[in-house]
């Protein structure tokens, strides 16, 4: 008979000890706050895979702290509501929430609100010499605050997603979003800005989404933009990276009533979106003297816009790539200005651009047919506002081909649909607009996977490998005991 050997109690102990502390998240921790105090406490002692619960209900704190937490790529920490809704009413004179040192958290569908009087106080706040990586906020309810929404001054805040978020009545400079710091020394990149509501941005400023000199790789996609003071729906100023891949980008987002839709400075692809109802639709320029390059304007619908559709100012000095590709700039009137360049556009390509009103530039823009002989609803109401175009707009198959750079419309419709690509932010497809209405509201699309974007299959097995192993150490010991 073979002989075999009992490994010793203690043994096995350990051995099991040792595979319960790897952070695997199948032994984390589920914590369940149900006042203030334990937000805090909970908060506090949160490590890799565990879960912070908040009892639905209203809160009053003087500024949620988390610090200084964190998790991995195969155990993030989450912290969300359980049983209902929660509100996080700040109440003294400091940010609601602060989260300062953290990496690997998921934050998500809290309320977050501000009952005292003290200004610029923020709803979330990323602290100057501060660094923190891989943040997911989501679904969150920020309002009636007297800063910024959603705030960061962080010295670096990396692989960052601001996802369906609600984010209104702002106030003091009133920024929905802030991030960066003017001055290129706080830099936030790998992010992605999507599905956010953001409108009646109040104060000094009100900008709905701001993002600074120096932040770099910042998506901005498929937000709801509007009432932001006379100040920019979108703005970027720049990256202060020559390598093209590092680009900003603004893409299938829909802003009305604003001082300018959209406002860039350099290195930014800025495409497919619907600005209308604005002072400036699109507006470009040299600011501060930081320099312009490398800003591509593509496949954007603008209308009906008080100054002008799109200003492209200090272009005749600009460096790098510097396109204007495949717009449609439409006023209502013949005489309202469409296109203004006041010193020229210097060496940029301006290829397949539509435009009705005036335009400083006659080359690359050609002119189209009145708004209501191009589009099938040129309103300037939310809700019934329809820029899709009419089976016999001049925009259909009249554009240029941008397939290297993106191969989709405003509605995700593949690019091309007919013989070849279409002017505006629209793709026609079929007879009626086969996307969403344009209202006041999120813009509807599949949620973005909270999984962060640069998993691979390496990081799936390695976090799988470790639970099957306990598992089956588990059962062997319990089940074998000459294992």
């Excluded at 509007?226 to 893409?251: C, E, F, H, W």
Aim: glycine residues 8%; proline residues 5%.
């Amino acid at each position: 008979m073979k002989n075999l050997k009992r490994k010793p109690f203690l043994t096995n102990l350990i051995i099991l000890i040792i595979l319960l502390g790897t952070g695997n998240p199948i032994f984390a921790a589920v914590y369940t706050a149900t006042n203030e105090a334990e937000i805090q406490s909970y908060t506090n002692t949160l490590t890799a895979g565990d879960t912070l619960q908040v009892q639905s209900g209203a809160y009053s704190m003087r500024t949620w702290r988390i610090q200084n937490i964190h998790g991995n790529s195969s155990a993030w920490i989450t912290i969300e509501p359980v049983g209902g809704s929660v509100s996080i009413t700040g109440n003294d004179n400091q940010n609601v929430v602060n989260m300062d040192n953290i990496s690997y958290v998921i934050f998500r569908d809290f309320e977050i609100t501000y009952s005292g009087t003290t200004s610029a106080i923020d709803g979330i706040k990323f602290n100057a010499g501060t660094t923190s990586e891989y943040i997911i906020i989501e679904h969150c309810h920020i309002h009636d605050i007297t800063g910024v929404g959603i705030n960061s001054k962080a010295s670096e805040l990396q692989w960052f997603w601001v996802l369906w978020n609600h984010i209104h009545d702002t106030d003091d400079t009133g920024e929905g979003m802030y991030l960066g710091h003017h001055d290129g020394s706080g830099i936030v990149h790998d992010a992605l800005i999507s599905h956010n509501w953001v409108h009646d941005t109040h104060g000094s400023q009100g900008d709905g989404i701001e993002i600074k000199r120096s932040c770099y790789s910042v998506s901005i996609e498929d937000n709801v933009v509007y009432n932001t003071n006379n100040y920019p729906g979108i703005i970027v100023y720049r990256t202060d990276r020559a390598d093209l891949s590092l680009q900003n980008v603004i893409k299938n987002n829909v802003i009305w009533n604003a001082g300018e839709g959209i406002f860039a400075v350099a290195e930014a692809d800025i495409y497919n979106n619907i600005i209308f109802n604005s002072s400036y639709g699109i507006n470009t320029r040299n600011y501060s003297g930081w320099g312009m390059r490398d800003l591509r304007l593509y496949n954007n619908t603008v209308y009906s816009c008080s100054v002008t559709c799109m200003r492209l100012s200090d272009w005749n000095v600009a460096t790098g790539v510097m396109e204007v590709i495949n717009n449609a700039v439409y006023q209502d009137s013949v005489s309202d200005s469409a296109l203004q360049a006041p010193a020229g556009i210097g060496p940029a390509t301006i290829l397949n651009n539509y435009y009705y009103g005036t335009s400083a530039i006659s080359a690359g823009f050609t002119p189209g047919n009145p708004p209501p002989n191009e589009f099938v609803n040129p309103s300037i109401i939310p809700g019934s506002i329809n820029l899709y175009p009419l089976s016999t707009s001049l925009l259909i198959d009249s554009g240029h081909d941008l397939s290297t750079i993106f191969q989709n419309d405003f509605n995700t419709t593949r690019r091309p649909h007919g013989t070849s690509w279409d002017v505006g932010a629209y793709e026609y497809s079929a007879p009626v607009n086969p996307g969403w209405q344009v209202q006041e509201g999120f813009k509807p699309a599949p949620l973005p996977p909270v999984v962060p974007i640069n998993f691979d299959l390496f990081v799936i097995v390695a976090s799988i490998l470790p639970i099957y192993s306990l598992f089956t150490y588990v059962s062997r010991l319990i089940f074998n005991p000459h294992f």
